[in-house]
């Protein structure tokens, strides 16, 4: 396994400055949001990265795809355009030689992320979650044509109302083994699974089908924006040894990408950022006895 600068992590770097940044620093692999790579141009950012002689350890995001869990029309509406958004996603991917496209499935049908409860909404998390597994029903051989791997990312249980009502690893493997290993796999992210008492059992279970491992840590008490939680590896809670090994004994030997949602990073220096990420990735993530 390899390190690996998910974008978000420095989000100040556009993606000619991430790239720069990471062939500075001696990283070989970097992560892609959809936004930023459409700021700069697809196929622009495309040979960017080939150029640099980097891996694009994956795509951020596909997703939310529980919209069609509103009733009628509107339901129907939204589904449609759900799956035609995830459609350019995977092309997006396909395009930039990504490792995957990670999948935030969608929280509640009429939730919207980060914004208060509508006057109108779903209750049924059981029928967002077949929602998912519909689309997943489309989505998995079109991603399979392109040469695109879905990665079903479970979210922490704190997001399920407006994000991913897959909260566990074994919730996101249920889905993901309904298809061939090459059209869906699994995210584990040391954020969102840490807590999980079946973690290790469900990385174990997982085998190959770990598309990519995300690290970063669990801050306590967590700020007021629950999104922006994400630490520095060793500045939280989480446990990083047992998690990595796990994921090595697997048998996974991609990038690992760290991907921190933070303030105080974000207005951090980047160089500085990826200079801690490196001797933290050394010292925390892979430092197994």
Known sequence: MSLSLNQRTTRRWSVPEAVAGCVRHGLEAIGLWREEVAEHGLARSAKLVRDAGLRVSSLCRGGFLTA??????EGRRAFAAA?????RAVDEAAELG???LVMVVGGLPGVKPGEPLPGAFSRDVAGARRQVADALGVLAPYAGERGVQL???????????????????GQALDLALAHPRAQVGVVVDTFHVWWDPALLEQIARAGDRIASYQVCDYLHPLPADVLLGR???GDGVIGFPPITRAVAEAGYTGDVEVEIFNADIWAADPDEVVATMKDRYATVVTAIP
């Not at 069609?68 to 029309?73: A, D």
């Not at 799956?83 to 459609?87: A, P, T, W």
């Open 68 to 73: 069609g869990g509103l009733p009628g029309e």
């Open 83 to 87: 799956l035609d958004d995830n459609k």
């Open 98 to 100: 990504a490792a995957c």
């Open 151 to 169: 990665a079903l990312e479970p979210l922490h249980p704190i997001y399920c109302p407006d994000r991913a009502v897959l909260s566990t690893l």
């Open 231 to 233: 630490g520095m590896m």
